[in-house]
């Protein structure tokens, strides 16, 4: 078997290495754009995933604790954490086998990305073609506008001049730009500094709030209500579920099959992020996060804060190219413009894809709940349904179990072990995710819609105070009289 896993390797790499060096001359320009631009290594893959994976949610997970209760937060956490880890480890491996049938069949992929509808269309037919690019699809769009929202409701807390509907007017022009990034080959250094930014992010909130203290009178009543537990539980299926890029993440490795175990080890780096942040800013300020899904809110003010809000401001640009730059893909296919070598005619032709996802993110500016409802109603099929019932459904026969380029893991019962993994997964995200949190998540949305409006200029921020009169003076009163 090992030779087999070899010779399928060599299969899967050969022309995609051929494909990325081919015509490179070795100048200063090609070793600098190599070190800082395009890369392809497993480590490249590592900083990609880690850093999409926590992004903005990390501000909303001390949210999602307050109306969960700290033990639910960590179980939580750490649960969907391996389930996230493990439908990542079934994408990769339907990718390679996908991958390796066309290069078998002398399919050449110099200037086209594969993405995952291709591959549940290769592997299962247009049907699941269909299903699979829609959610996927849409999970992206409502991504990308979770993060205009998200640069909007933090730089309010640094200048509050200006209302957060004008700012995401603002940050969509500026996110707009990154229809010039070609693919996830380019997205090296932003990677990297994206990773160093959350890094920073999460360390700030953990030791502010053990500085600040409990404030006075902290309460953690969570949970208290059905509907903000399966809120807060869903929002964490959400935080484990941005691998909807992983097909376009691997593809731009060197070697695809390296890819099996760097979600997992992502995932164990942004535990150590989110589990201390969450907690601490939670032991700080119990409920009063229920009304404040950004933690930046209840912070104080200082140089630390405003580093941070910067750093994540530049983080959610970067975390918005992630997820809208499969969306560019997909667009770019539709309208043939996919091969095409220029990549300003490619640029352009991408623009269109940015207007709804500005429009969107002016419409439900609610940052927080539209987490958890993007989390239930999409994150729950893309992520975690569909890869888990495609892997059952790609191997069902004997057959296609013995000529797998992958075999699943001995020491989780091969086969068997798979499947009833994947089994359960289906039953629990349906019945959990899907099922309750959908529920949940849609009351809380509605309610959003119904205390602030839709279009609303400035979600959650605090009334303006208002100036209080001058004391009117009475020169000739005579305070004394009538005594």
Same mark, same amino acid.
């Given at each position: 078997? #090992?030779?087999?896993?070899?010779?399928?390797?060599?299969?899967?790499?050969?022309?995609?290495?051929?494909?990325?060096?081919?015509?490179?001359?070795?100048?200063?320009?090609?070793?600098?754009?190599?070190?800082?631009?395009?890369?392809?290594?497993?480590?490249?893959?590592?900083? =990609?995933?880690?850093?999409?994976?926590?992004?903005?949610?990390?501000?909303?997970?001390?949210?999602?604790?307050?109306?969960?209760?700290?033990?639910?937060?960590?179980?939580?956490?750490?649960?969907?954490?391996?389930?996230?880890?493990?439908?990542?480890?079934?994408?990769?491996?339907?990718?390679?086998?996908?991958?390796?049938?066309? #290069?078998?069949?002398?399919?050449?992929?110099?200037?086209?990305?594969?993405?995952? %509808?291709?591959?549940?269309?290769?592997?299962?037919? !247009?049907?699941?073609?269909?299903?699979?690019?829609?959610?996927?699809?849409?999970?992206?769009?409502?991504?990308?506008?979770?993060?205009?929202?998200?640069?909007?409701?933090?730089?309010?807390?640094?200048?509050?001049?200006?209302?957060?509907?004008?700012?995401?007017?603002?940050?969509?022009?500026?996110?707009?730009?990154?229809?010039?990034?070609?693919?996830?080959?380019?997205?090296?250094?932003?990677?990297?500094?994206?990773?160093?930014?959350?890094?920073?992010?999460?360390?700030?909130?953990?030791?502010? $709030?053990?500085?600040?203290?409990?404030?006075?009178?902290?309460?953690? $009543?969570?949970?208290? !209500?059905?509907?903000?537990?399966?809120?807060?539980?869903?929002?964490?299926?959400?935080?484990?579920?941005?691998?909807?890029?992983?097909?376009?993440?691997?593809?731009?490795?060197? !070697?695809?099959?390296?890819?099996?175990?760097?979600?997992?080890?992502?995932?164990?780096?942004?535990?150590?992020?989110?589990?201390?942040?969450?907690?601490?800013?939670?032991?700080?300020?119990?409920?009063?996060?229920?009304?404040? =899904?950004?933690?930046?809110?209840?912070?104080?003010?200082?140089?630390?804060?405003?580093?941070?809000?910067?750093?994540?401001?530049?983080?959610?640009?970067?975390? %918005?190219?992630?997820?809208?730059?499969?969306?560019?893909?997909?667009?770019?296919?539709?309208?043939?413009?996919? #091969?095409?070598? $220029?990549?300003?005619?490619?640029?352009?032709?991408?623009? &269109?894809?940015?207007? &709804?996802?500005?429009?969107?993110?002016?419409?439900? &500016? %609610?940052?927080?709940?539209?987490?958890?409802?993007?989390?239930?109603?999409?994150?729950?099929?893309?992520?975690?349904?569909?890869?888990?019932?495609?892997?059952?459904?790609?191997?069902?026969?004997?057959?296609?179990?013995?000529?797998?380029?992958?075999?699943?893991?001995?020491?989780?019962?091969?086969?068997?072990?798979?499947?009833?993994?994947?089994?359960?997964?289906?039953?629990?995200?349906?019945?959990?995710?899907?099922?309750?949190?959908?529920?949940? $998540?849609?009351?809380?949305?509605?309610?959003?819609?119904?205390?602030?409006?839709?279009?609303?200029?400035?979600?959650?921020?605090?009334?303006?105070?208002?100036?209080?009169? &001058?004391?009117?003076?009475?020169?000739?009163?005579?305070?004394?009289?009538?005594?």
């Amino acid at each position: 078997m #090992e030779n087999g896993e070899k010779a399928a390797e060599t299969v899967v790499v050969g022309n995609y290495v051929e494909m990325e060096k081919d015509g490179k001359a070795s100048d200063i320009k090609s070793k600098l754009s190599d070190m800082f631009w395009h890369g392809g290594s497993a480590y490249d893959a590592w900083f =990609s995933c880690a850093s999409n994976q926590v992004a903005q949610v990390l501000l909303t997970l001390p949210y999602s604790f307050s109306q969960l209760g700290m033990l639910s937060g960590i179980l939580f956490q750490l649960f969907y954490g391996i389930l996230g880890s493990w439908t990542a480890y079934l994408i990769s491996i339907l990718y390679v086998e996908y991958r390796t049938r066309k #290069e078998r069949e002398k399919v050449n992929f110099r200037n086209h990305v594969i993405q995952w %509808f291709e591959v549940l269309d290769g592997l299962l037919g !247009k049907h699941w073609r269909n299903v699979g690019l829609a959610f996927n699809c849409t999970f992206l769009l409502f991504g990308s506008v979770i993060q205009l929202i998200a640069c909007a409701s933090n730089i309010y807390y640094i200048n509050d001049n200006l209302d957060k509907r004008t700012w995401t007017y603002i940050f969509g022009a500026c996110c707009a730009t990154t229809v010039f990034i070609p693919s996830f080959h380019n997205y090296r250094i932003w990677s990297f500094l994206g990773l160093l930014m959350t890094t920073y992010t999460a360390w700030y909130l953990t030791i502010a $709030s053990i500085l600040h203290g409990q404030v006075q009178g902290v309460k953690h $009543s969570g949970p208290s !209500k059905l509907v903000l537990y399966f809120t807060g539980a869903t929002n964490i299926l959400y935080t484990f579920g941005g691998h909807a890029v992983t097909v376009e993440i691997m593809h731009a490795m060197w !070697k695809p099959q390296k890819f099996k175990s760097i979600y997992l080890f992502a995932t164990l780096y942004v535990l150590t992020l989110t589990l201390p942040s969450a907690s601490a800013v939670y032991w700080a300020f119990g409920d009063l996060l229920l009304n404040h =899904s950004n933690s930046f809110a209840l912070l104080p003010k200082n140089l630390y804060r405003d580093f941070a809000v910067v750093l994540m401001l530049i983080h959610q640009f970067i975390t %918005f190219g992630f997820a809208c730059t499969p969306l560019y893909f997909v667009w770019e296919k539709l309208i043939g413009m996919h #091969e095409c070598r $220029s990549m300003c005619k490619r640029a352009a032709a991408r623009l &269109p894809v940015v207007i &709804p996802i500005w429009f969107l993110a002016i419409i439900f &500016p %609610f940052f927080g709940p539209i987490n958890s409802t993007v989390g239930s109603l999409l994150v729950s099929f893309t992520v975690y349904i569909i890869p888990a019932l495609a892997h059952i459904f790609t191997f069902r026969s004997s057959a296609a179990r013995e000529n797998a380029v992958e075999q699943p893991p001995r020491f989780l019962g091969r086969w068997t072990g798979a499947f009833t993994i994947n089994a359960f997964i289906v039953v629990w995200v349906f019945i959990v995710g899907f099922g309750f949190g959908g529920w949940a $998540s849609m009351i809380n949305f509605v309610h959003q819609i119904d205390t602030f409006g839709l279009f609303t200029k400035c979600y959650q921020c605090p009334p303006p105070v208002m100036a209080s009169p &001058p004391p009117i003076s009475h020169p000739h009163f005579n305070h004394t009289h009538g005594l």
